[in-house]
């Protein structure tokens, strides 16, 4: 399974875009990009997944440059319920022996 | 739907002692996995199952069992609680194939004294 790098923390204004970025350098083929969003005693809920370029959905979309080492995460238009934990993975249901969550990034929206 | 359902929230144990956690869903999902979250930390794979009658090892196994006996269950088992298995437990479940998409119970808080 891909190792995932995370910034641990960020910080933004309600309203404003946030871009989360995930680098996985040694990403393989049939590597997917799949990110979670996890809040305080709860379990993690699925955002959004991808395999190339870009894919949107009603609620984040997903950049997956050309090499896919790395993907980034956007969010229009935070807002306060959007303080959160977010998950990057990177792998295909063939390694699900090495799932792992890794620590994440801690995204603090504020006024 | 319920979703995926998670027995108990809570529980206390010593050490020593023994329980099942029991994880359901109820949306014919062939996959089914078990976590665990300790403070700070991101979330661990314990096991998982790819269906029914069928189990494999993740990346912390040891001192866990598990079973599948029926496609909307999976079960995890502590034969002898300790102290480092003090964690949130998460089950999640999953069309597995090409998705890493999960669907995540509400945990169940363990503490081992």
């Known amino acids: 399974l891909a190792k995932t790098t995370q910034p641990i923390s960020m910080d933004s204004y309600e309203g404003q875009e946030v871009n989360i970025t995930c680098s996985h350098n040694?990403?393989?083929?049939?590597?997917?990009i799949t990110w979670y969003q996890q809040f305080p005693s709860q379990g993690p809920r699925f955002i959004i997944q991808g395999y190339k370029t870009k894919v949107t959905n009603e609620v984040a979309s997903l950049f997956i440059p050309a090499d896919r080492k790395s993907s980034t995460l956007s969010l229009p238009r935070v807002s306060l319920s959007d303080t959160a934990v977010y998950y990057c993975?990177?792998?295909?249901?063939?390694?699900?022996?090495?799932?792992?969550f890794g620590t994440g990034t801690r995204l603090q929206v504020t006024l | 739907n319920a979703g995926v359902t998670q027995t108990p929230k809570f529980r206390v144990l010593k050490t020593g002692q023994s329980m099942t956690l029991l994880c359901a869903q109820d949306?014919?999902?062939?996959?089914m996995y078990w976590y665990r979250q300790d403070p700070g930390m991101g979330l661990r794979l314990i096991h998982y199952?790819?269906?029914?009658?069928?189990?494999a090892k993740g990346e912390v196994p040891d001192g866990y069992n598990v079973s599948r006996l029926k496609k909307q269950n999976f079960l995890l088992g502590l034969e002898s609680a300790a102290p480092s298995q003090t964690s949130v437990y998460f089950c999640?479940?999953?069309?597995?194939?090409?998705?890493?998409?999960?669907?995540f119970g509400p945990g169940t808080r363990l503490t081992v004294t």
């Open positions: 949306m014919n999902h062939e996959y």
């Open positions: 999640a479940s999953g069309w597995g194939r090409d998705t890493y998409e999960q669907y």
């Open positions: 993975l990177v792998g295909f249901t063939g390694t699900a022996s090495k799932l792992t």
């Open positions: 199952s790819v269906g029914e009658g069928t189990t």
């Open positions: 040694n990403i393989a083929t049939n590597d997917y």
